[in-house]
């Protein structure tokens, strides 16, 4: 008796140009990816890595990654999510879990180093197809792969190209890239707010990227969406993209294997820290870091530094290390009764914090707390001389500064600044 027939369609991953793997996507809903034997085979030295878990698990890539409507984690990360995902799939007359399609659309121009393009019908290597023993796959060209549309009605937060003076949205035709913000219709003021946390994060002892508050007429082919009466957006330069072309990066869920979904959960800031110290290139350095940017995410009311505003990145296609800094916002003026993103020495709460909370992290970390604690006394002395006259001069709404001032008072002795 003859296999019932499948239709199936197929992209290929590239990472610095070379071919790493294949999603399947077969008509029944489910998405395989499957790595390429050629780079599987490649010396270790030569082959570029894709995730960290690579590097724990010598079975990685043996095993494909199978998953119904959405893609594995380790390409779900990649897509926008919110707002611009429900714009996309609708543009697209897609399920918003329909995440293959989602790909196809926004292949390449994804964060890091990443590269997705369509397999045209007849050319799916045979190992890609492999997986589905119970029907005869038929391959076809990818729908969705060519579409276009426009982003009308949207806040959100665009790549762009500086050139001259001027920020060209979704044009990749200089070196020098950038991430735009729109203000938001739901939140005020949020453009001067990171812009202002980001700066005293800095001051801090913070490694961030280049940013800048960016005049709306300088944005140029920004889609006819809805803004309010606000002067600025704001940029962050993109950490991703340099004159040598694309550098890799992996967020926190992709490493852990969660879906966006889980960002806020299953994982809390001390396994963030072991998987840091036990992999970074540099893992003193990067956990102190890490350490300094809990107590800042703390001292600046950030809610928001959950699993996919941590990201590794790797400089030289090998090595993960810590990324700069980014998403920083003081998000208690915006969330009522808010805390941080994730668990630390089992608490959320940043008004209960003190030192001792942090020594617990260290040392479930497998950090010596004597090296920890130096890193945290700097910052908290920093943030003591310098964050007051800062902030006077920083262009965050008075109604948000005066919040701030006030969260400074409510935190524990060991972290006030006055």
């Not at 570029?48 to 990360?77: A, C, G, H, M, W």
């Not at 993209?241 to 959960?265: C, M, N, S, W």
């Not at 800031?269 to 998987?275: I, K, S």
């Not at 998000?331 to 942090?358: C, G, R, V």
Request: with cysteine; net charge negative.
């Amino acid at each position: 008796m003859s296999k019932q027939t499948e239709q199936v369609e197929g992209l290929n991953i590239q990472l610095h140009g070379i071919d790493i793997g294949v999603v399947a996507h077969y008509a029944g809903g489910k998405n395989i990816l499957s790595f390429n034997p050629e780079y599987i085979a490649m010396p270790k030295h030569e082959r570029p890595v894709l995730t960290l878990r690579q590097l724990q698990d010598p079975n990685y890539f043996t095993k494909p990654q199978i998953r119904s409507e959405k893609i594995p984690p380790v390409l779900s990360n990649l897509l926008p999510e919110g707002i611009l995902r429900d714009i996309v799939a609708k543009a697209l007359q897609c399920h918003v879990n329909n995440e293959f399609s989602i790909l196809a659309y926004l292949g390449t121009n994804l964060p890091g180093a990443l590269v997705a393009t369509p397999i045209k019908a007849g050319d799916m290597p045979d190992w890609a197809l492999e997986q589905r023993l119970a029907t005869e796959p038929q391959q076809i060209n990818v729908k969705h792969a060519d579409t276009k549309f426009s982003l009308a009605g949207v806040q959100m937060k665009f790549s762009s190209s500086h050139v001259d003076g001027r920020y060209h949205i979704d044009q990749e035709i200089s070196e020098d890239m950038w991430i735009i913000k729109t203000p938001s219709t739901v939140h005020k003021g949020v453009s001067v707010n990171e812009y202002t946390c980001m700066r005293l994060a800095e001051a801090a002892g913070a490694n961030i990227p280049d940013i800048r508050l960016i005049k709306l007429d300088e944005l140029e082919g920004l889609p006819n969406i809805r803004l309010p009466d606000e002067t600025y957006a704001y940029g962050i330069k993109r950490f991703d993209r340099t004159h040598e072309g694309r550098v890799h990066t992996e967020d926190f869920a992709q490493i852990f294997g969660l879906h966006p979904v889980d960002k806020y959960q299953k994982v809390n800031y001390e396994q963030l820290g072991q998987v840091l110290f036990r992999t970074s290139n540099d893992r003193l350095g990067d956990v102190q870091q890490m350490a300094r940017r809990l107590l800042i995410n703390i001292l600046l009311g950030n809610g928001d530094a959950h699993l996919k505003n941590w990201t590794i990145i790797y400089q030289d296609q090998r090595s993960p290390r810590l990324s700069p800094l980014y998403d920083v916002v003081f998000t208690a003026p915006y969330i009522e009764h808010d805390n941080l993103a994730l668990n630390m020495a089992k608490s959320k709460q940043w008004y209960e914090m003190t030192m001792q909370h942090f020594e617990k992290w260290s040392n479930t970390v497998g950090v010596p707390w004597v090296a920890i604690k130096p890193h945290l006394l700097d910052t908290i002395e920093k943030a003591r001389s310098m964050w007051p006259e800062m902030l006077e001069a920083l262009p965050m709404l008075d109604e948000h500064k005066e919040a701030l001032q006030n969260h400074w008072q409510t935190l524990s002795p060991d972290f006030l600044v006055s």
